[in-house]
């Protein structure tokens, strides 16, 4: 019988094809391999002897510097280092901030500047959140509360031998989308009454209807009775004011009741007269600080009759 006739021949054969097929593959394999690390080698070695790497690039910081109830600028601080011998420039600044996955504002800072030499430069990107516009197209974001944020940013940079390089960068946080307080005059307390002068004590009731703490540091006001004036000032208290909570407080006002007019004659008769109150209240909170407004219009107080020692006297609705 021929050995081409033998099964166990053909099978042998079979293999031996197959394991020099294989070895042909490693070798191929390996041939490539050493030739891209041939060429990873050599490529290191221009750059170290010619001294050009890629630059790095770090978000240091996202202050806000300023926040209010119509908008919150946003600073991001991004440090940039470049370990090369010559300048680089920074062709684009692309960024984005987004909250769960929603874009509240984007834009492209070109020709951004040029990082020195063998430097590092923090380069500042100034964004503006307009509160109406996010609550316009997100109804969930509501007045008072805390949104979580991401700032997204890629920095085109332009390096010798390597070319134009995309530094992609993230950073998260919180930012609140502050409310106004609410404020009640409760009542108005008289310790001195007299045609010449009036001495009196506003007691005020302030709501605070924000997902965060608020630190009282001043408090600035114009106080009416009818439509007229009785009393403007900048008082320095300090409190806090907790979130969603309520504090109370007394602010002491002094006027000429025969300046007053035809108002004081309606509160001796008990007939009661309008008042409003107006200003600004200057607060720190965990996000910075703020100057919020506060206002009540449409208010009636009058005043008690002088053998009246009740709690109530001067009782404000």
Request: hydrophobic fraction near 35%.
């Given at each position: 019988?021929a050995?081409?006739?033998?099964?166990?021949?053909?099978e042998?054969e079979?293999?031996?094809?197959?394991h020099?097929?294989?070895?042909?593959?490693?070798?191929?394999?390996?041939?490539f391999?050493?030739?891209?690390?041939?060429i990873?080698?050599?490529?290191?070695?221009?750059?170290e002897?010619i001294?050009?790497?890629?630059p790095?690039?770090?978000v240091?910081?996202?202050h806000?510097?300023c926040?209010?109830l119509e908008?919150a600028e946003?600073?991001v601080?991004?440090l940039i280092?470049?370990?090369?011998?010559?300048p680089?420039?920074l062709?684009?600044?692309?960024?984005l901030?987004?909250?769960?996955?929603?874009?509240?504002?984007?834009?492209?800072?070109?020709?951004?500047?040029?990082?020195?030499?063998?430097?590092?430069e923090?380069?500042?990107i100034?964004?503006?959140l307009?509160?109406?516009?996010?609550?316009?197209?997100?109804?969930d974001?509501?007045?008072?509360?805390?949104?979580?944020?991401k700032?997204?940013?890629?920095?085109i940079?332009?390096?010798?031998?390597?070319g134009?390089?995309?530094?992609p960068l993230?950073?998260?946080g919180?930012?609140?989308?502050?409310?106004?307080?609410?404020?009640?005059?409760?009542k108005?307390h008289?310790?001195?009454?007299s045609?010449?002068?009036?001495?009196?004590?506003?007691h005020?009731?302030?709501?605070?209807?924000n997902?965060?703490?608020l630190?009282?540091?001043?408090?600035?006001?114009?106080?009416?009775?009818?439509?007229?004036?009785?009393?403007?000032?900048e008082?320095?208290?300090?409190t806090?004011?907790?979130?969603?909570?309520?504090?109370?407080m007394?602010i002491?006002i002094s006027?000429?009741p025969?300046?007053?007019?035809?108002?004081l004659?309606?509160?001796?008769r008990?007939?009661?007269?309008?008042?409003s109150m107006?200003?600004?209240i200057?607060?720190?909170?965990p996000f910075?600080?703020?100057k919020?407004?506060?206002?009540k219009?449409?208010g009636?107080?009058?005043l008690?009759?002088?053998?009246?020692?009740?709690?109530d006297?001067?009782?404000?609705s």
């Amino acid at each position: 019988m021929a050995s081409s006739d033998d099964p166990r021949v053909v099978e042998r054969e079979a293999k031996e094809k197959k394991h020099e097929k294989e070895e042909g593959h490693e070798e191929k394999g390996g041939f490539f391999d050493k030739v891209k690390d041939f060429i990873e080698d050599v490529g290191e070695k221009i750059e170290e002897a010619i001294g050009f790497g890629k630059p790095t690039a770090d978000v240091a910081a996202v202050h806000l510097p300023c926040i209010n109830l119509e908008k919150a600028e946003i600073v991001v601080d991004v440090l940039i280092t470049n370990p090369n011998p010559i300048p680089i420039p920074l062709i684009d600044i692309n960024y984005l901030i987004e909250s769960d996955g929603r874009k509240l504002v984007s834009g492209l800072i070109p020709d951004a500047g040029t990082i020195h030499a063998h430097g590092s430069e923090t380069v500042k990107i100034p964004v503006t959140l307009i509160y109406d516009d996010i609550k316009s197209t997100y109804h969930d974001i509501k007045p008072g509360s805390i949104i979580p944020y991401k700032v997204k940013v890629d920095l085109i940079v332009d390096v010798p031998i390597f070319g134009r390089i995309t530094l992609p960068l993230e950073k998260t946080g919180e930012i609140p989308v502050p409310y106004k307080p609410d404020i009640d005059v409760e009542k108005i307390h008289f310790d001195k009454f007299s045609f010449e002068e009036t001495m009196a004590s506003l007691h005020l009731k302030l709501d605070n209807k924000n997902d965060f703490d608020l630190g009282l540091n001043s408090l600035d006001y114009e106080f009416w009775l009818s439509d007229i004036s009785i009393a403007n000032a900048e008082l320095n208290k300090s409190t806090t004011i907790g979130k969603n909570g309520i504090t109370r407080m007394e602010i002491p006002i002094s006027f000429r009741p025969k300046d007053f007019g035809s108002a004081l004659w309606d509160m001796i008769r008990g007939r009661g007269t309008g008042y409003s109150m107006k200003g600004n209240i200057d607060v720190n909170t965990p996000f910075g600080h703020m100057k919020l407004p506060i206002s009540k219009e449409g208010g009636n107080t009058r005043l008690k009759k002088g053998d009246d020692d009740d709690d109530d006297d001067g009782e404000v609705s």
